[in-house]
């Protein structure tokens, strides 16, 4: 019988949807019942969600793999911390806004004082005008040829006046928008303010959140560590100093720390109460 690709692809079509919509559900209620034990890994990775898109990264598949054979080790969960209280105070963001804020409040400030001093220069004109026309018409000055020069003086000084009145025009419409520029920064300062503010708060929750799952985490260990042979636990911190972690789940036939195929008879030694190291990475195999 030939093989029928296009049935292929029709059952593909069919039964991936619904795979990978149990693959999804099963990935949200392994979550969802560590949260409930106190390992908040899963929901501060965003993964108690049944958008399949999180729970398909691969690097993430192994990070669950590690969790799970970790036990009650915290080290995942302080790393999670680490990454938290590094950004806890962190306002980049904040000073970025605050520097154009102040950027536009000098640029301002600068054109105010351009509009002050064209405004004087322009009062200074206005008088010499003024004095000028007052002697050129009041009579006393009865020479012909000194009146023609008083009188091409008066118009160079309004040619100069209605220069500086164009310039303190457009000083004003650029300080208007100055001004309109600066309230925008303004508005977007606040903005990033109160996000940096919920962001704080978000991660100080999660710190909480964290030292808290660390704490009953380390208190797990110990009491599991109490209940250990000695010698087991000697072992198993002599692997966790050379490897992390050092436990390595034993799946399809394969070490999933290293990913080497393993002899039948090692993976049953696994199942029983034997510590039994991986022959090629050395961590502690877990036969579930």
Same mark, same amino acid.
């Given at each position: 019988?030939?093989?029928?690709?296009?049935?292929?692809?029709?059952?593909?079509?069919?039964?991936?949807?619904?795979?990978?919509?149990?693959?999804?559900?099963?990935?949200?209620?392994?979550?969802?019942?560590?949260?409930?034990?106190?390992?908040?890994?899963?929901?501060?990775?965003?993964?108690?969600?049944?958008?399949?898109?999180?729970?398909?990264?691969?690097?993430?598949?192994?990070?669950?793999?590690?969790?799970?054979?970790?036990?009650?080790?915290?080290?995942?969960?302080?790393?999670?911390?680490?990454?938290?209280?590094? *950004? #806890?105070?962190?306002? $980049?963001?904040?000073?970025?806004?605050?520097? %154009?804020?102040?950027?536009? &409040? +000098?640029?301002? !400030?600068?054109?105010?004082?351009?509009?002050?001093?064209?405004?004087?220069?322009?009062?200074?004109?206005?008088?010499?005008?003024?004095?000028?026309?007052?002697?050129?018409?009041?009579?006393?000055?009865?020479?012909?040829?000194?009146?023609?020069?008083?009188?091409?003086?008066?118009?160079?000084?309004?040619?100069?006046?209605?220069?500086?009145?164009?310039?303190?025009?457009?000083?004003?419409?650029?300080?208007?928008?100055?001004?309109?520029?600066?309230?925008?920064?303004?508005?977007?300062?606040?903005?990033?303010?109160?996000?940096?503010?919920?962001?704080?708060? *978000? #991660?100080?929750?999660? $710190?909480?959140?964290?030292?808290?799952?660390? %704490?009953?985490?380390?208190? &797990? +260990?110990?009491? !599991?560590?109490?209940?250990?042979?000695?010698?087991?636990?000697?072992?198993?911190?002599?692997?966790?100093?050379?490897?992390?972690?050092?436990?390595?789940?034993?799946?399809?036939?394969?070490?999933?720390?290293?990913?080497?195929?393993?002899?039948?008879?090692?993976?049953?030694?696994?199942?029983?109460?034997?510590?039994?190291?991986?022959?090629?990475?050395?961590?502690?195999?877990?036969?579930?």
């Amino acid at each position: 019988m030939p093989f029928d690709v296009a049935s292929l692809l029709r059952e593909l079509v069919i039964v991936l949807p619904a795979v990978l919509f149990a693959i999804t559900f099963h990935e949200v209620a392994h979550g969802w019942v560590a949260d409930r034990l106190g390992d908040p890994t899963a929901r501060l990775a965003g993964r108690l969600t049944l958008n399949p898109i999180p729970h398909l990264d691969p690097s993430r598949q192994y990070a669950d793999r590690d969790v799970v054979t970790r036990g009650s080790d915290p080290a995942h969960i302080e790393e999670a911390l680490a990454r938290v209280e590094s *950004e #806890l105070g962190q306002r $980049q963001e904040v000073a970025q806004a605050e520097e %154009a804020v102040a950027e536009a &409040q +000098r640029y301002l !400030q600068e054109l105010q004082k351009g509009e002050r001093d064209a405004n004087w220069a322009l009062d200074d004109i206005q008088q010499k005008i003024r004095t000028m026309e007052e002697k050129l018409y009041s009579g006393k000055v009865t020479n012909p040829k000194e009146l023609s020069s008083m009188q091409q003086d008066v118009e160079l000084l309004a040619e100069k006046r209605r220069k500086l009145e164009d310039k303190v025009l457009g000083v004003m419409e650029k300080i208007e928008d100055a001004r309109e520029s600066l309230h925008d920064r303004m508005v977007h300062l606040r903005d990033v303010e109160l996000k940096w503010q919920e962001r704080q708060q *978000e #991660l100080a929750r999660e $710190q909480k959140e964290l030292k808290d799952a660390i %704490a009953s985490l380390k208190g &797990q +260990r110990e009491a !599991q560590a109490s209940r250990i042979l000695p010698a087991h636990l000697q072992q198993y911190e002599e692997t966790r100093r050379r490897h992390h972690p050092a436990v390595a789940r034993v799946e399809q036939g394969m070490c999933q720390g290293c990913r080497i195929a393993l002899p039948v008879g090692l993976m049953q030694r696994a199942r029983g109460l034997e510590l039994v190291p991986c022959p090629s990475c050395s961590r502690i195999l877990f036969q579930p």
